[in-house]
């Protein structure tokens, strides 16, 4: 996984998202959208710089994270705002449509 992009558990996720703004992708290895939205994602890291953290919850890693949040399919994308969901995406997003959620 890429410096931008962190991996989260359920050991640091509570914490991770808790302040500020951070976009959590719910994704696993064998899902090919999940895999063309990696690369996005890099971006969308790049372009927000320090504004926002951009996370990953591999649900087959972390089954209780994907069930907390009801994560019935991948890619799922959650906006955090201070520990608190502002967004929802369920499947492949583009780089614009994370940059305005992430800004909005």
Not at 37 to 59: F, H, N, R, W
Request: charge should be neutral; include cysteine.
């Amino acid at each position: 996984m890429s410096a931008n992009l962190l991996e989260l558990t359920e050991t640091n996720f509570d914490s991770t998202v808790a302040t500020g703004t951070v976009l959590v992708d719910f994704w696993a290895t064998w899902c090919g959208p999940c895999r063309k939205q990696t690369p996005i994602l890099e971006e969308v890291a790049t372009a927000v710089g320090g504004a926002a953290k951009i996370g990953k919850v591999d649900v087959d890693a972390s089954p209780a994270l994907a069930a907390k949040f009801r994560v019935m399919s991948i890619p799922t994308l959650i906006v955090f705002k201070d520990g608190k969901v502002a967004q929802q995406f369920v499947g492949l997003q583009q780089k614009e449509a994370l940059i305005q959620a992430l800004q909005g």
